[in-house]
């Protein structure tokens, strides 16, 4: 980048506590180095709910201070910023060593919402970049910010963030675009890459400290479990395998695809994190591929649980030196496959308003999607306005949504007649909190950013909002809840971010 920045010197105080748990792991771990400022860096939006949460002033992370500390320009007293290093497998292949590329971690708070670590995306190169410049563009940091807090609204494990800022500064994609930082907030950045980047090299000394470091803080209970022998680290396996069962879980059911299910883009505690290509479904297609680069369609949607599975393995791979035992391993990988049919069917359950276990719910689950996708019914309308049927409105508006109606009202009766065995309205108000009436569909994410490539991020504080509360009523964008536009589903998004 030709662009001279300066940065400034006076250090921030955020007036929270500082631990930097993850640094004090040691030198094998990262490379410690400041983020490079952008040149004039603005505020393009802050997340004031989570400023809240963790106990920081919305209007402080939002001033000249503020924008220029969460753009790299500014240091903030207590942190320490550092690059991570971390392995994986991309596309199925072992890619060896990544790291953090453009991610610097600033360290870990203390906050009312527990120890949050923040770090900064696109804050300049690292010794991890490889090809890359280190840097974000505006367009995929509005989508992150916009699709993590979609995703923390309807209650799906995941990253945070709590603010964009950008800079004129030019950043190179297929197109000239102008740079941009997302602040991420989590209780941890370490993915499942991080444990194969030590057990490939057999650093196994250093494999141990890691595993120890997470159980520790997020595992506690993995080092008193009496099940696979007293050994923790099957029993951390386990829980892994759960936890990212239960998230995917969670993709299933409201129509998630994340786009890039590499092993470096999976979160050791479960947490849906790095959004590239991600997309919420607009017309149910169980084979949707939403990452234009994943020319096999390796990440489609419907490949999502088994994908996630194939990353445990790799997962499980990788912890083998710690846990010794190969059949101790495969017993851990195994609760994945008990625990995500499990998962899915509680979260298909709770969309269609079905309370306790009845003989036929599965076929009724099985049956209504079969009925989607051959339509390529719209999936998030559908759910929203099955909900409305519950609650005693007319059948048309669900009916409408199907060219086949016979095959509709075939599967409605059954529905209706098994929803009457618990009573209705306690179904309505079930499928209310379970079906969104918002999702962050690819065109009102673009819309968004078209209106923020020209300075005004009035829709994305619009977007925020809406998608902070996806299950309630927002009378005002009734047309954020409608049907996607023609153009919607000619909108690549690729890994260029
Ligand atoms: P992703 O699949 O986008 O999560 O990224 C895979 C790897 O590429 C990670 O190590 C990233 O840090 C790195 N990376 C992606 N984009 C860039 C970039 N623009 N500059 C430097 N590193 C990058
Ligand atoms: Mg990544």
Redesign the pocket.
Known sequence: MTDIAEAATAELQLGLPWRNSFAALGPAFYTELQPTALPAPYAVCTNRRLAAEIGLDASLVSSQEGVEAFTGNRPIEGARPLASVYSGH?FGVWAGQ??????ILLGEVQTPAGPQELQLKGSGLTP???M?????VLRSSIREFLGSEAMWGLGIPTTRALCVTGSDARVRREEIETAAVVTRVAPSFIRFGHFEHFSARDQHAELAKLADYVIDRFYPECRTTQKFAGNAYAAFLEQVSERTAAMVAQWQAVGFCHG?M?T??MSILGLTI?Y?PFQFLDAFDPGHICNHSDEQGRYAYNKQPNVAYWNLFCLGQALLPLIGDQELALAALESFKAAFPRELESRMRAKLGLGGAQPGDRELIEDVLKLLAKDRVDYTIFWRRLSHLAAGASAEPVRDLFLEREAFDAWSIQYLARLDTEGRSAAAELMLKSNPKYVLRNHLGELAIRQAKLKDYSQVEALLALVQAPFDEHPAHEDKAGFPPDWASHIEIS?S?
Request: aromatic share 4%; with cysteine; glycine share 22%.
């Open positions: 991309q990544l790291g953090d590329g453009r991610a991890y970049s490889r890359g410049d280190g840097r974000a890039v590499n470096d883009n790095d590239g890994c971010s």
